[in-house]
């Protein structure tokens, strides 16, 4: 700010405290006393000075320096300009504590115009000359003359000797000139001159108000409106325009100039009266007044600037923070959901139950239909959060944000990845397990089955072959009872495979880890053990038998001929009847063609079958004849074996009755086996059909994505198309999942027709919905980045060619050497030296700041487009606050509130640390740390 003047240099101290003349004015008087100021000699000195200073300026005259002479001439405007110079003089000379009463005579002596000169401009001028001779005063004068012309200003027709003189129209066209200079030529509005950006900024200011239309200094001003306006607008304290009225002009007037006089320190220049009265109101005069308005409220503009751009940083970096809340909430959500989600897709415990683990597929259909759904689009939408924030902070020139330890996208995407893991881990064992409890529940029936067929055989025979029976019977009893331990034998021989089987069974159950392997271990053991003992007790019995037989030499071979007919084929019955309902699992058609096959190949030997039976029974009948014949006793009961012709022919019975329904149970699973194969053709085609049209679309998306198709709003109205393609194809992926659990629950676990299973099309589903979310995100982003960085379609594409030229994996991002290459083509000097290598990492530091070794578009972009526009800055926004503050070097709370919106002053008061200069007072903030914060490495 400029310094005073001294007044004393200048005599503007009249008088003592005691009222006695002090300083230079009472030199003069001196002077005049002792006859140094004599009239004739004033006169002779007049002469001799003719034209002095009128020669020094010259010129021909410019826009508004000269002096309108017929402006001066009219005694109404003549009148009106010395009131107004009047007081804009005394505006700047009372700040030196000094005024003029009377414009043409205070002038004179040329040191209250010299004072004018050195208040209004801040500089010093030449010591002045002390006396009241007239060439002092002309000297005087000069001095502020050639001032005023050394700032540029051509003086016409004005010389010093009219101003001694007391030329009222000379001087007033001087003060016109100084007050051209020093109040209205510096004002600049759009590079207009000073008079026109004086009526542009009046125009500004007054646009939104009713009945005022300011097109020019003299009549658009003479109903006062104007006036008020202007004080309406920057102080709208101290008046209500909405009362104010065009028909009220001089109450108007007289307001405006009251309030102006009052509260903005600018003293009355304009009478309202003449205002009113004159045809046309003096410019000058009004110019002159307006021009104090906008001094006057020039340093509130300079504040109301500098707090718009606090405002902007603020709301930017507010804006900011709320993304950042928003994506950690987002991302503590979906990682506390992982962790909740994880132990129960990495449980294994089915309960070796069949029940337990279907309950479990249905609960994991459900979390796939359900559950997982929201979270896909939560972690997509988290993404586009987090793509959208680095993008506004590049924008902003702000660091890029690191969320906290262990929610980096990276982290997220891990989870992710092991929730993936997982799932897939989970179905594959469902299914195998769903498998293994099938085959063990077939298992245990199988065990069941023969365990009971065997039980029944054995049950009884350790009685009978512990018995002594053949020690008293007769010769013909015992051998027939030799005989039936031969048969017995036979049976048990024939018995060691159904044995063996059990024992596999138990074995197998035991391997697959049945639920009642216990039962199952326990009644194997002891149809071992029993094994065993009938094992023993047949040797031992026949040992007996053979030492009896010395006795007994009689056979019945009759009965003889039948047991040992009827013993082989009763046991064929049995195991032919065992086959019939034994049970049976299949998962193809060619296994289930291979059962009726060989089932077609046992019908075949039913006829030898019913021959040999035909036979056994004409035995019995035989038999039954010879007794009738002979008389035979006992002859009806044959001693070789137990089996009677109506066992067999039950047998032989439940055979034939058992072969229908055999092919009966044959022809429904080959109708299960053909609705599977229908099934898996028809997810077949089907996923044939979803699968290339996902690649399809992937591929289509990712051509989109190298950005070199039309420009960013075609690209991004086409990423819209495909978006709303994945949507209108989402029910072809639901009919997909229908079919897929159809042949679930068919217990289908393989497709030879197709190369896709649904976990890969679910996989490539949502790698599209992904894909195409990510893309838009990335050309929302380029478009943001283009229209605040200003950057036109083809610089965007040349960005764009390049990447992709050096992009030769097509990867979407460039590895340093494929960057450098890059930055070449587009014109870029990297140096080959040490400094250029020091360079490039310093500009690899700022495209990658997390060092993942690529560069990505978006990062390679933000730099190219860094280097040709301009963004806020450290150092503008500490201006801006060094303005609020009143050049001071801290700030104090109340003027944050005052100047700055509520919430935004609350928020730069909790975070600026207090000031701790040795000038610091109560209170005092210390704003340059937080701005330099706001873009730095802060907790903000």
């Not at 200011?205 to 239309?213: D, Q, S």
């Not at 074995?507 to 094994?531: F, M, P, T």
């Not at 992709?804 to 097509?810: A, E, I, P, Q």
Request: aromatic fraction near 8%; proline fraction near 4%.
């Amino acid at each position: 700010m400029a310094q005073y003047a001294n007044p004393n240099q200048f005599g503007a101290p009249m008088e003592s405290m005691d009222g006695e003349p002090q300083g230079y004015m009472a030199q003069d008087e001196e002077w005049e006393r002792e006859g140094l100021l004599d009239p004739a000699w004033e006169k002779q000195q007049r002469k001799g000075t003719q034209g002095g200073v009128a020669g020094v300026v010259g010129g021909p005259p410019e826009p508004e320096e000269v002096w309108e002479c017929k402006g001066l001439l009219d005694p109404a405007w003549e009148k009106q300009q010395r009131k107004t110079f009047t007081a804009w003089v005394n505006s700047h000379l009372r700040k030196a504590g000094t005024q003029i009463e009377n414009i043409e005579e205070d002038f004179r002596n040329g040191l209250k115009l010299m004072l004018l000169l050195e208040v209004i401009s801040g500089e010093t001028l030449p010591k002045p000359d002390r006396g009241k001779m007239r060439f002092h005063k002309i000297a005087n004068v000069n001095k502020a003359l050639d001032f005023i012309a050394s700032k540029g200003v051509k003086l016409v027709s004005i010389g010093a000797e009219e101003i001694v003189d007391g030329n009222v129209k000379m001087t007033l066209g001087m003060i016109w000139t100084i007050i051209l200079r020093f109040a209205i030529q510096d004002i600049s509005v759009e590079e207009m001159t000073a008079k026109e950006g004086l009526l542009l900024w009046c125009q500004r200011k007054t646009a939104p108000y009713k009945n005022v239309n300011v097109q020019n200094f003299h009549l658009s001003w003479r109903d006062g409106l104007a006036f008020c306006a202007l004080i309406h607008r920057h102080r709208p304290d101290l008046l209500d325009y909405s009362k104010l009225s065009k028909d009220n002009p001089l109450e108007n007037l007289n307001l405006a100039f009251d309030i102006a006089e009052k509260y903005l320190d600018i003293p009355r220049m304009l009478d309202p009266e003449d205002l009113l009265t004159n045809e046309k109101p003096d410019e000058r005069q009004i110019m002159t007044y307006v021009s104090c308005y906008y001094h006057a409220f020039q340093g509130a503009m300079q504040a109301e600037m500098a707090a718009n751009r606090i405002c902007k940083v603020l709301k930017v970096n507010q804006d900011n923070e709320r993304l950042m809340e928003e994506y950690e909430r987002l991302a503590s959500d979906l990682l506390e959901w992982i962790r909740r989600t994880l132990p129960w897709l990495e449980s294994r415990q089915s309960g070796n139950s069949l029940v337990a683990v279907q309950k479990k597929l249905e609960e994991y259909r459900e979390y796939r239909r359900k559950h997982k759904p929201p979270r896909v689009e939560q972690k997509a939408k988290l993404e586009t959060n987090f793509n959208t924030l680095q993008t506004k902070l590049r924008l902003s020139n702000r660091p890029a944000y690191m969320p906290t330890e262990g929610r980096m996208i990276t982290d997220i995407q891990r989870a992710w990845n092991g929730l993936l893991g997982c799932e897939k881990t989970f179905e594959e064992w469902l299914l195998a397990e769903l498998m293994r409890l099938e085959r063990l529940e077939h298992l245990a029936k199988k065990f069941k089955h023969k365990a009971d067929i065997h039980e029944a055989w054995t049950s009884g025979k350790e009685e009978m072959l512990s018995s002594q029976d053949y020690k008293n019977c007769k010769i013909f009893e015992l051998k027939a009872m030799k005989k039936k331990h031969e048969a017995f034998e036979s049976d048990l021989a024939a018995h060691q495979d159904r044995v063996e089987q059990i024992a596999a069974i138990a074995q197998e159950l035991n391997a697959l880890d049945y639920w009642d392997s216990a039962a199952v271990n326990g009644r194997c053991q002891k149809i071992c053990d029993q094994w065993d003992r009938l094992g023993t007790l047949t040797q031992q019995r026949r040992h007996g038998m053979d030492e009896a037989e010395k006795v007994l030499e009689r056979v019945d071979s009759l009965h003889l001929e039948f047991a040992k007919r009827a013993a082989p084929f009763n046991n064929w019955l049995d195991g032919t009847r065992e086959d019939l309902v034994d049970m049976f699992i299949v998962h193809t058609l060619d296994e289930i063609q291979g059962l009726i096959d060989a089932h077609a190949q046992f019908k075949a030997t039913l006829g030898e079958a019913d021959k040999e039976f035909t036979s056994i029974i004409s035995l019995i009948h035989e038999c039954e004849s010879f007794a009738k014949q002979y008389n035979v006793p006992g002859a009806t009961i044959n001693p070789y074996t137990n089996l009677t012709g109506k066992d067999v022919q039950s047998k032989w019975n439940e055979v034939k009755t058992l072969v229908p329904q055999r092919d009966q149970t044959l022809q429904d699973e080959l109708k299960k086996q053909e609705n599977n194969e229908a099934l898996r053709r028809q997810f077949a085609e089907k996923s044939n059909q979803v699968g290339p049209w996902i690649e399809r679309q992937m591929d289509a998306v990712a051509a989109i994505g190298m950005g070199m198709q039309g420009s960013l709003e075609e690209q991004l109205s086409r990423l819209r198309e495909y978006e709303e393609a994945v949507y209108q194809f989402k029910p072809h992926l639901e009919e997909l999942e229908r079919i897929n659990q159809q042949i679930q629950e068919s217990f289908v676990f393989e497709n030879r027709y197709t190369q896709y299973t649904m976990e890969t099309l679910r996989v490539g589903w949502e790698q599209l919905v992904t894909s195409v979310n990510r893309t838009i995100n990335e050309v929302e982003n380029q478009i943001l980045t283009r229209d605040s960085k200003g950057i036109t379609q083809e610089q965007l594409n040349e960005f764009r060619a390049s990447f992709n030229h050096f992009d030769k994996s097509r990867t979407g991002r460039l590895n340093p050497e494929e960057f450098k290459n890059c930055l070449i083509s587009l014109g870029y000097s990297v140096g080959q030296d040490k400094q250029g290598e020091i360079d490039f990492q310093r500009i690899l530091s700022i495209v990658d700041p997390n060092a993942s070794g690529y560069v990505q578009f978006d990062c390679f972009l933000d730099f190219m487009t860094r280097e040709s526009t301009d963004v806020d800055t450290a150092e503008q926004v500490i201006d801006s606050f060094r303005i609020l503050a009143a050049d001071k070097p801290y700030i104090l709370p109340e003027e944050l509130r005052r100047e700055l919106p509520p919430d935004q002053a609350e928020y730069c008061i909790q975070r600026m640390q207090p000031y701790s200069g040795i000038d610091a007072v109560q209170g005092a903030l210390d704003y340059m740390s937080f701005s330099t914060a706001l873009y730095g490495e802060s907790d903000l």
